[in-house]
């Protein structure tokens, strides 16, 4: 028996209709669509300060440790990444990639450590810790099979079907900011958040005005926020101009369904912006930016993970809120994962009636080990792609396509000085562009049911405004048990109708009507369209 023959009957080729090439053309496709994970995780997850203490928060030693940082956490994105497609395609033999979940990289930032751990009590120690706990829950749940009784018993549908819209919407946020975005949005001292884009000389820092701020200015803490008030210069920044640009371009190559949009978007307007003595260079010219052009010019690098290596610190794993922590990042896990293996997989048409698919246990229990393997080289959970879609669509039928991505992850590893350059406002248009995709779980939504169109719009709208993914899902639940407290008993000693409780008639007669509601030209275009794939 010859090599590809072996390959063949492993991956079961022959008998789910593919080849190698096909494959590999559907691995191309699938690591283009989703490779900006390797730019924008990093930068996301060096938000939350990481291991860095020394002259925290705005000291030399601290911006020194933050661009290492960044810049290891590019390393072990595409070596956690490589590890779990290449469980995924040997083990569960399905076109799966994975990688750190965008929404998840944001809670464990964000909320769990706190933007560079301010204003938190668990550390990026304590916080990996919990990213492990959650990992090995998840693998239980995972093995034993009781997900689907999870999905169906504590999820509501209006909530489930809310979060990655509400998620998105979290992340557009984030990529319309400065620090990991366009920098459109910025703060106010009156309305919280305004039209920004100003030029860093017209930046007015905002301040922490704390008492010991008050006593001795020295004490004031800055971030990354300011607003564009107090000096003007309002939408006159380079940068955010040039974002606003590179965001619009992969919109357009979206809607001509190029494949690697992100890729070309986020490469076109990061290279531009490598040119040094321009009013859009990322290298600029003072000590960071000689720091980070003298790093970029190294091109390849041997990789370098020893500041986030196995620093997990179980001494914080007590208290509510480091429970909410795992629970959260467990739920937010879970459904992502549930999601959009489910989705990919029906695509290729091998769910079969009672929601399950081959090899589903080998799939979910694959999340939860790369979950594991990436808490111990300083990452937030780590879950199944839905870009991988891109691949099912160009033919790719089996995990040898997992195994293709993995090789280029590989790839990536020694390439981390490329992908630690990249500017904000090259990758922020990505995250708003994603943002904006994830919100298509809304048209599932009952919106003409109150009970449903409420607990989704409140799970939507309470996670970017609270800058919590968690507070999101607390929202949604709480909104939709508050209903079921009133509905449950009126139906159970009164006998009126549950309205949270959507029959099958009304849905079916909701379909009809929207039939109805359609143009005549336009039913005899998809007729003539179902009649051409038909004979297609």
Known sequence: MTVMQKIDDYFKLTARGTNVLTEFRGAVATFLTMAYILAINPRILADSGGPCREGWPVGAEYVTCMEET??????????????????????????????????????????????????????????????????????????TGIRFYLIKLLVPEPVRLATPAAIGAFLAHLGLQTAEGIGVIVADGATLVTLGGCPVDKQTKMVAFTEGC?????????????????????????????????????????????????????????????????????????????????????????????????????????????????ITMLYVDFLDTSGTLLAIVD?????????????????????????????????????????????????????????????????????????????????????IIIGALMCRSLAKVHWDNPAHAVTAFVTVIVMPLTYSIAYGLVAGIGTWASIKLVAFPLNYFFGIPDPTVVVKEDKADMKKEEADDEPEDLKLEEKDLDENSDKA
């Open 347 to 431: 695509s290729m048409g091998y769910v079969d009636e009672h929601g399950d698919f081959p090899n589903s246990k080998a799939a979910f229990s694959t999340d939860a080990i790369a979950t594991i393997f990436g808490s111990l080289f300083g990452l937030s959970p780590v879950t199944s792609y839905i870009e991988s879609a891109a691949g099912v669509e160009a033919g790719s039928r089996t995990g040898l396509t997992s195994v293709f991505v993995a090789f280029f992850f590989f790839l990536s590893i020694f390439f981390a000085p490329i992908f630690s350059s990249i500017p904000p406002w090259a990758s922020g248009g990505a995250l």
């Open 70 to 143: 960044k810049r290891q956490f590019v390393v072990a994105t595409a070596l956690t990444s490589m590890v779990a497609c290449l469980i995924m395609g040997l083990w569960a033999n399905l076109p799966i990639a994975l990688s750190c979940g965008m929404g998840m990289n944001a809670y464990f930032t964000y909320n769990v450590v706190g933007f560079k751990n301010f204003g938190s009590n668990i550390t990026y120690e304590g916080a990996l810790s919990a990213v492990l706990i959650e990992g090995i829950v998840f693998l239980f749940i995972a093995a």
């Open 214 to 326: 008050q006593a001795d200015t020295s004490m004031c803490v800055t971030g990354d926020s300011y607003t564009c008030d107090s000096l003007g210069g309002r939408m006159e920044s380079a940068t955010a101009w040039i974002g606003i640009f590179g965001t619009l371009f992969m919109v357009i190559l979206l809607s001509y369904k190029f494949r690697s949009s992100f890729i070309i978007g986020i490469g076109f307007v990061t290279i531009i912006s490598w040119f040094r003595g321009t009013a859009i260079t990322y290298f600029t010219d003072d000590d960071l930016g000689n720091a980070r052009f003298d790093y970029f010019n190294k091109i390849v690098s041997t990789p370098d993970l020893s500041s986030i290596t196995a620093k997990w610190d179980f001494s914080e794993a007590k208290g509510s809120e480091y429970a909410v922590a795992v």
